[in-house]
């Protein structure tokens, strides 16, 4: 991209570094103490987040976290109410939306209805003075790029959903911008084609090396879409991370609720060592061992998290030479929902408790095949949970 | 559907009702119309082809009797001929449509803005504003012409404000004259301006000016680009409801115009009630009538012709 003045570190981060961790580079984007309240409502509260050149960040949360908002302060359609945003080392205070470096596709595409797709991409080209000419030999390389040159000359409802995602998307581009903001990018289409464009929009934005923030709340689509994750609640940006990190390490039980799903098991720490913790958990009714040091007191209430795929479900009683005693607790089968490829199952513990565990079919046809209403012993190794203080 | 048809079709007028309810609530207004409007048109065009005479009604008929059986037809088409021939119809369809069309504009620039505004208001003041642009209709529309002749005339308040404040000696003419008629016809169509225009850009998909902010676009290109543009719908709707009624005004004129203020419904009145020619007066209107609907059907297609260009 010769019109692209950060070309010469194009595919650094495509190519695995990761500025976040090694620092060596500024951060591209800084937010600082960012606020923006409606009223008494606090919309954005108090965020930091510093965004590296050439990321595809994920802002994810639920409606009304804030994550929009904090979308639509950084493309100057509102103003915060404290703090700052620099993008590139430059102030955005008071910058007006066709004034800053960057460009927005807007979650209803905001495609220009009277206006042919050639003309809906070349706008934001002619309103800077290029040339008619020029205008339209990129808008045509940018259909290209999107898979839609035939289609230069259709209005915006003469096209299907996918297509008219993909107009947006090269409207947004055809300016080079420094960074993109997508608003829920992939939120109208339909499931299968939500995952083809996917890895459509990490191939374009890596060839284009634009940085991208993406604001969603389908955590599936923030996973595969980005380098890392911003998991925001109620107006604050609650964890930041790559999408491995979030999803094996959440810091709270909001994130590791929010993203995937999540046994917690709420209990007291019984044996507090250097190199491993244990906690009675009466959810549980047995104690739980993990294998690594957590910060924390004796006696402290806290909660022991598992995702269903790292739990096992058997009808024998799993025997283990050593710590025999923990990490396992016998239940009966409540609900199964075979899936095809894994199978879910509802299992009632002795203590009342419901969890979900989930297996992967790997074999067409099991002899000891689980069912309703069976006896089963759940268990997990002791690194396969995360101890969680808040 | 499996399930009414399970029923038995009920009987007698009842029955007959539910079954026919909907077409009938559909045909009875518009039979109305159809019947209301076709019918005196029929008749005026009928009277357009007849020839003036001296007699109660005044016209001659077209359907005559002869002695042996046989109906006779006379088509008078000089009627029309005639309206070629005077100059003072030619110019006062011309007047007409030229007073309309200027009119029509001042009240787009007027509406455009006020509509814009409406619209972007937060809801509870919109339905304010919107009661206020309707308020006048509760007063009766001749009052309210009346009423202007009291703020134009010569010591009418406008012209006591602008002595008393010593701008100026000398009262400004301003009743009797074009400036009037136009005053009190922005006046009178503004809310048939608004309206339409108003529930055009109350449509307008913020996101899209947004999207053209974002695009480089400052307020005023967004505009121009965007918005205007996209309100040529309702553009066309307002348009249609001043200029049409516009151009064959009568009360505004004959009260407020004066005697070089030429416009056709003045002189269709003039032809019907001064000089008792009803067919000439019947050939003046169907010729407005033809003058109107041209232009109207020119442009419904040129817009269905740009529909199916998008379709």
Sequence with gaps: MATNPQSKVSGAIANGAKPWITHDQEPFIKISNLTKKFGDFTAVDNVSLEIYREELFCLLGGSGCGKSTLLRMLAGFEAPTSGKIEIDGQDMSGVAPFDRPTNMMFQSYALFPHMSVEKNVAYGLLRDGVSKNDAYSQVNEMLKLVQLEDFGKRKPDQLSGGQRQRVALARSLIKRPKLLLLDEPLGALDKKLREETQFELINIQESLGVTFIVVTHDQEEAMTLSTRIGVMNEGEIVQVGEPREVYEFP????????????????????????????????????????????????????????????????????????????????????????????????????????????????????????????????????????VLTQ | MSKTMGHKPQQGLLGWFKRRGRTLVIAIPFWWLMVFFLIPFAVVFKISFAEAIIARPPYSQLFTFAENGVVQIKLVIANYGYLLEDSLYISAYWSSIKIAFVSTLITLLVAYPMAYYIARSPLRRRNVLLMLIILPFWTSFLLRVYAWIGILKTNGIIN???????????????????????????????????????????????????????????????????????????IIAGSMLVFIPVVGEFVIPALLGGPDTLMIGKVLWNEFFSNRDWPVASAVAIVMLVLLVIPIMLLRNAQNASHEEGA
């Design chain 1, 251 to 386: 810091q709270s039980r909001f994130v590791a609720d929010f993203i995937g799903s999540v046994n917690i098991f709420e209990g007291r720490v019984s044996d507090d060592a250097i190199d491993y913790v244990r906690i009675k958990s009466e959810d549980a009714n047995c104690e739980i061992h993990v294998s690594h040091g957590v910060s924390c007191t004796e006696n402290q209430k806290l909660w022991f998290a598992i995702r269903p795929e790292k739990m096992t479900v058997t009808h024998k009683k799993p025997h283990k030479t050593k710590l025999a005693k923990f990490n396992w607790i016998s239940g009966i089968v409540d609900e199964i929902a075979y899936q095809g490829n894994l199978s879910v199952y509802r299992i009632k513990l002795e203590s009342g408790k419901v969890v979900r565990i989930t297996k992967s079919n790997r074999l067409r046809h099991d002899e000891d095949e689980i069912t309703w209403d069976d006896k089963v012993y759940v268990s997990w190794e002791d690194t396969a949970g995360v």
């Design chain 2, 160 to 234: 006591n404000v602008l002595m008393w404040l010593g701008i100026t000696n000398e009262p400004f003419v301003m009743m009797q004259t074009d400036f009037a008629v136009y005053v009190a016809i922005v006046y009178t169509y503004l809310p048939f301006m608004v309206l339409p225009l108003f529930t055009n850009l109350v449509k307008l998909d913020q996101s899209l000016l947004e999207a053209s902010n974002d695009l480089g676009a400052n307020s005023l290109t967004t505009f121009f680009k965007i918005t205007l543009p996209l309100s040529v719908p309702g």
